[in-house]
């Protein structure tokens, strides 16, 4: 996250995007850690203003794909472009229209979650930052703890903190490792709203890793389904459900996680 800051104080926040015809575009992506294949030339293509869902299980090359379109990970070889833009070769023209959530990543725990806030809105430019902060903590419900150091808070509330910090820049595409994990099914059901919400009002793309299957068949226009470090399958939820003759996502994480496919509807559960 360090190196994608760095790249945005140097973003100049008007840039001429190529082609809009797809957020995210990527070609023959692959990431080779020694001898390990960890993504094995993996091509797909997200459009503007849905939700894409990565599954997989542990393993699967879902956190090494997400570090490489945030570009804290060089590829081995393949293309990636986002807006229209080579992110190897010119990933500073749109770092500043892109942001990223996850529960595992924490903001410095001793600043309190306002001075949080106003850290990373210097950092991505934001204009009247101090508006933006009272807009985003009055959508979050962040008011009752804004003074308080962010390393006390519940995990409930740092997701929400987090949530806010990824919409400081207003992003264009926001990438999502596992939004809700750790989270009561009230808490859950309130952070998926409140991503709905955000999209309905500006269109913006999300891709996310997820396990939760009930919150991706709520969310996800299309899903995309890894197995060690291969594209194995993808489609809406739906056609995925019903291509696999399964009663639900879960069911169909089950079988290609297991490794079955449309092919091998019946598949058995290790013995």
Known sequence: QQL?????????????????SF??????????????????NTSFSIRPGTTT????????????????????????????RILGEDMIANRHRVLGRINFSSPYVDLPKRLSVRENLDVYARLYGVRDSRARI??????????PFLARPYGD??????????????????????????????????TADWVRGRLETYQAQTGATYFMASH?????????????MMRTGRLVDQGSPAALIERHGRANMEEVFLAVARGGDARNQNTEAPS
């Open 53 to 80: 869902g990565l599954l997989g299980g542990n393993g699967a090359g879902k956190t090494t794909t997400i570090a490489m379109l945030l570009g804290l990970l060089a590829p081995t070889r393949g293309d990636i």
């Open 134 to 143: 009272a807009a985003l903590s009055e959508d979050f419900a962040l008011g």
């Open 4 to 20: 994608i800051l760095a790249s945005i104080r140097r973003t100049p926040h008007s840039f001429t995007v190529t082609d809009t």
């Open 153 to 186: 808070l519940s995990s409930g509330q740092k997701t929400r903190v987090l949530l806010a910090k990824a919409m400081l820049n207003e992003p264009t595409l926001l990438l999502l490792d596992e939004p809700t994990a750790s989270l009561d099914p009230d």
């Open 212 to 224: 939760n299957m009930a919150e991706v068949e709520r969310l996800c226009d299309e899903v995309l």
């Open 23 to 40: 957020i995210i575009a990527v070609s023959g992506l692959t990431k080779i850690f020694d001898e390990v294949v960890a993504v094995d």
